[in-house]
């Protein structure tokens, strides 16, 4: 209703205004708080109230949504609750939609295991690059579970039902609680240390997020991603995921399925190996059967075609040859000695050892006459030697000083002083007489 001067809602207007002023004002939430006031009338809704230390809100599930939850609700229960802020108009109260409800403890495992996921997930740790295979005909297998709990019972019987020839070391360990993922991680590098499985099975049966957390510890995905020995988990039932079955090299959905992954089926293999051994022996028959027929049919081409006979021809052929090549060997044997003698008579006939006698007194004539000219030219070469010696000796300078000349010098630089101009007061000179030399100055 208007007036002139102001707008009027009515009560019902007014709680639409602002139900709607809410829906639009707040996303999807997520509250943390303490169920009170918990009603459950008979249309399957679901009434309560989210309180903390100092604050409360009232809170409304339909049945759409409450019939999917995974936990019951109870008076005094920790809980996150997502849903939308909304007002309840016939009353007026401001209430929250809730659309789903988790245990809060819950909620905070999750999200830690998502954090640790991703961390180690960015480390490379769940790579494929570091999955060790398993082996197919393992030695010994080694469990790592709780010693009391039906998993171990499931994998033993697995085990000796497939390969109950495999030894099986136990490595008992908690795997619920404060101590079980120390337990866990130390049993795993125990193993390690033994060195005597090849391969280690760790299980445990299913549980909620709370019971499966010794399997989301740092600690232990670090003690599965260093082991040597390939691992293989078998935790909780098939929707469990836990952060050891990313790590380890294999994730079994159970633990009995973990039991057949690492063990090989016996009487499997027994009727694979005697399939085999029969197939190996109608092979064999067929080949002998082949092989004997093959050694028949040569037989009988053997024996029509007479190898005796064949011999006795080429043993007959061959000495005809030989007869032959004897014969042909002497012919040209007498051939060579015939024209070897014949050689050696032209060789005497034409001896050089004569001609070489006239040669040598010839060399011994000419050697005498050279001897004879080298003597005559060696004493005219003495002779004119001598005299060019005499001539020299004559006009040697060394001569002119001994009769009283002498030879000026500059004293630096040794140059022969032939006149007075070359020289200045002052200079010095080097005069070489017969026995020595004099040092001067110029005055």
């Given at each position: 209703?208007?007036?002139?001067?102001?707008?009027?809602?009515?009560?019902?207007?007014?709680?639409?205004?602002?139900?709607?002023?809410?829906?639009?004002?707040?996303?999807?939430?997520?509250?943390?708080?303490?169920?009170?006031?918990?009603?459950?009338?008979?249309?399957?809704?679901?009434?309560?109230?989210?309180?903390?230390?100092?604050?409360?809100?009232?809170?409304?599930?339909?049945?759409?949504?409450?019939?999917?939850?995974?936990?019951?609700?109870?008076?005094?229960?920790?809980?996150?609750?997502?849903?939308?802020?909304?007002?309840?108009?016939?009353?007026?109260?401001?209430?929250?939609?809730?659309?789903?409800?988790?245990?809060?403890?819950?909620?905070?495992?999750?999200?830690?295991?998502?954090?640790?996921?991703?961390?180690?997930?960015?480390?490379?740790?769940?790579?494929?690059?570091?999955?060790?295979?398993?082996?197919?005909?393992?030695?010994?297998?080694?469990?790592?579970?709780?010693?009391?709990?039906?998993?171990?019972?499931?994998?033993?019987?697995?085990?000796?039902?497939?390969?109950?020839?495999?030894?099986?070391?136990?490595?008992?360990?908690?795997?619920?609680?404060?101590?079980?993922?120390?337990?866990?991680?130390?049993?795993?590098?125990?193993?390690?240390?033994?060195?005597?499985?090849?391969?280690?099975?760790?299980?445990?049966?299913?549980?909620?997020?709370?019971?499966?957390?010794?399997?989301?510890?740092?600690?232990?995905?670090?003690?599965?991603?260093?082991?040597?020995?390939?691992?293989?988990?078998?935790?909780?039932?098939?929707?469990?995921?836990?952060?050891?079955?990313?790590?380890?090299?294999?994730?079994?959905?159970?633990?009995?399925?973990?039991?057949?992954?690492?063990?090989?089926?016996?009487?499997?293999?027994?009727?694979?190996?005697?399939?085999?051994?029969?197939?190996?022996?109608?092979?064999?028959?067929?080949?002998?059967?082949?092989?004997?027929?093959?050694?028949?049919?040569?037989?009988?081409?053997?024996?029509?075609?007479?190898?005796?006979?064949?011999?006795?021809?080429?043993?007959?052929?061959?000495?005809?040859?030989?007869?032959?090549?004897?014969?042909?060997?002497?012919?040209?044997?007498?051939?060579?000695?015939?024209?070897?003698?014949?050689?050696?008579?032209?060789?005497?006939?034409?001896?050089?050892?004569?001609?070489?006698?006239?040669?040598?007194?010839?060399?011994?004539q000419y050697s005498a006459l050279l001897h004879h000219a080298i003597k005559a030219n060696m004493t005219i070469k003495q002779s004119n030697l001598t005299l060019k010696m005499t001539k020299l000796d004559a006009m040697s300078p060394?001569?002119?000083?001994?009769?009283?000349?002498?030879?000026?010098?500059?004293?630096?630089?040794?140059?022969?002083?032939?006149?007075?101009?070359?020289?200045?007061?002052?200079?010095?000179?080097?005069?070489?007489?017969?026995?020595?030399?004099?040092?001067?100055?110029?005055?």
């Open positions: 209703m208007q007036t002139t001067h102001r707008t009027i809602l009515n009560v019902s207007e007014l709680n639409a205004d602002v139900s709607l002023f809410l829906k639009q004002g707040f996303s999807l939430l997520w509250i943390e708080g303490e169920v009170s006031n918990l009603a459950r009338p008979a249309s399957g809704h679901l009434y309560f109230s989210l309180k903390d230390s100092s604050a409360q809100i009232r809170c409304a599930m339909f049945k759409n949504r409450a019939m999917h939850l995974d936990l019951k609700p109870e008076n005094g229960l920790k809980v996150l609750v997502r849903g939308r802020i909304g007002l309840y108009e016939a009353r007026g109260e401001f209430q929250l939609i809730a659309e789903h409800m988790e245990d809060a403890g819950a909620g905070l495992l999750q999200k830690q295991f998502e954090m640790l996921k991703a961390k180690l997930a960015d480390k490379g740790w769940f790579d494929v690059l570091f999955k060790q295979k398993i082996p197919l005909f393992p030695q010994k297998i080694g469990i790592i579970s709780s010693p009391t709990g039906a998993a171990l019972h499931d994998i033993l019987n697995v085990l000796k039902r497939r390969s109950p020839q495999i030894p099986v070391l136990i490595y008992p360990v908690a795997v619920q609680g404060a101590q079980a993922a120390l337990q866990l991680e130390t049993a795993i590098r125990q193993a390690n240390l033994d060195n005597r499985c090849d391969v280690l099975i760790i299980a445990r049966g299913g549980g909620s997020i709370e019971d499966l957390a010794a399997f989301n510890d740092e600690n232990l995905a670090r003690a599965l991603h260093e082991t040597t020995i390939p691992v293989v988990t078998g935790i909780g039932h098939e929707i469990d995921f836990t952060i050891a079955d990313f790590i380890a090299d294999k994730r079994a959905p159970t633990p009995s399925a973990a039991a057949e992954l690492v063990s090989p089926d016996s009487q499997h293999l027994s009727n694979n190996i005697l399939q085999l051994k029969q197939k190996i022996i109608r092979a064999m028959n067929t080949t002998l059967a082949q092989q004997t027929a093959k050694l028949a049919w040569l037989s009988k081409r053997l024996e029509q075609q007479q190898p005796a006979y064949q011999l006795q021809q080429q043993w007959q052929r061959i000495e005809a040859l030989e007869a032959r090549l004897i014969r042909h060997m002497r012919y040209q044997v007498e051939n060579k000695q015939k024209a070897l003698y014949v050689i050696r008579k032209q060789l005497i006939a034409s001896s050089p050892m004569h001609l070489i006698s006239k040669k040598r007194q010839k060399l011994e060394l001569k002119t000083l001994e009769r009283g000349y002498a030879i000026v010098r500059d004293h630096d630089t040794l140059k022969v002083i032939s006149s007075v101009s070359q020289l200045n007061a002052g200079d010095r000179i080097n005069t070489k007489v017969k026995d020595g030399e004099i040092i001067s100055k110029v005055l």
